[in-house]
């Protein structure tokens, strides 16, 4: 099982609007609406942000927002802050009954 | 919602090691549990799956036929019994719940995670 694709590094300014890809496959992104989004500050555990494709767990901001078509889901940061600063890992449940983690994307607040 | 793992440390190739997560704070039977790790420096890989009775276990392709997920929900404690150990299983490993909804599961928390260090 090959993790989805994420581009290794975004960064924006202040206020801007980032978008992160993960490209999976029809086995993965792309069988199900079970794709989620996790935000990871250095030397802790993860935080779920997304769920089911587009939902938010309670708690976390509107700022972020998530799509999918086909093969590929995406990750919207919209006024981007400072504690956005983070790595980016989507996730997906596989038709092997697995889960998959993409590659991860490190986002820089310029 | 609380995770705490313990059992990690130094191993040798080859060796064998257990990890116990002790999960307080939710029932225990209504959520399937977890193992995830991190390489250092690295990304997050995801280990196994174990659903609320211990049933539907699920293992990654790499720790298949080494690695077994178990679960004592009387004493509320997930364990992954971790054989054939390998240099490349050094890894924070990361003990979490999953949450359920339609058709889908999702890691909702999240333990600090435990050092296992493989090497000689």
């Known amino acids: 099982q090959s993790a989805p694709t994420q581009p290794a590094s975004v960064s924006g300014s202040p206020g801007q609007s980032i978008t992160i890809s993960c490209t999976g496959t029809?086995?993965?992104?792309?069988?199900?609406?079970?794709v989620s989004w996790y935000q990871q500050h250095p030397g802790t555990a993860p935080k779920l942000i997304i769920y089911?494709?587009?939902n938010r767990p309670s708690g976390v901001s509107d700022r972020f927002s998530a799509s999918k078509s086909g093969n590929t889901a995406s990750l919207t940061i919209s006024g981007l802050q400072a504690d956005d600063e983070a790595d980016y890992y989507c996730?997906?449940?596989?038709?092997?009954?697995?889960?998959?983690f993409g590659t991860g994307t490190k986002v820089t607040v310029l | 919602v609380h995770l705490l793992e313990s059992g990690g440390g130094l191993v040798q190739p080859g060796g064998s090691l257990t990890l116990s997560c002790a999960a307080s704070?939710?029932?225990?039977?209504?959520?399937?549990l977890g193992w995830v790790r991190q390489a250092p420096g690295k990304g997050l890989e995801w280990v196994s799956a174990?659903?609320?009775?211990?049933?539907?276990?699920s293992y990654s392709d790499s720790v298949k036929g080494r690695f077994t997920i178990s679960r004592d929900n009387s004493k509320r404690m997930l364990y992954l019994q971790m054989n054939s150990l390998r240099a490349e299983d050094t890894a924070i490993y990361f003990c979490?719940?999953?949450?359920?909804?339609?058709?889908?599961?999702?890691?909702?928390?999240w333990g600090q995670g435990i050092l296992v260090t493989v090497s000689s």
């Open positions: 979490a719940k999953y949450f359920h909804t339609t058709g889908c599961s999702h890691l909702d928390y």
């Open positions: 704070g939710f029932t225990v039977t209504d959520f399937s």
């Open positions: 174990i659903g609320g009775y211990g049933s539907d276990a």
């Open positions: 029809s086995s993965d992104v792309g069988a199900y609406s079970c």
């Open positions: 089911d494709v587009t």
């Open positions: 996730s997906s449940y596989t038709t092997s009954n697995t889960r998959v």
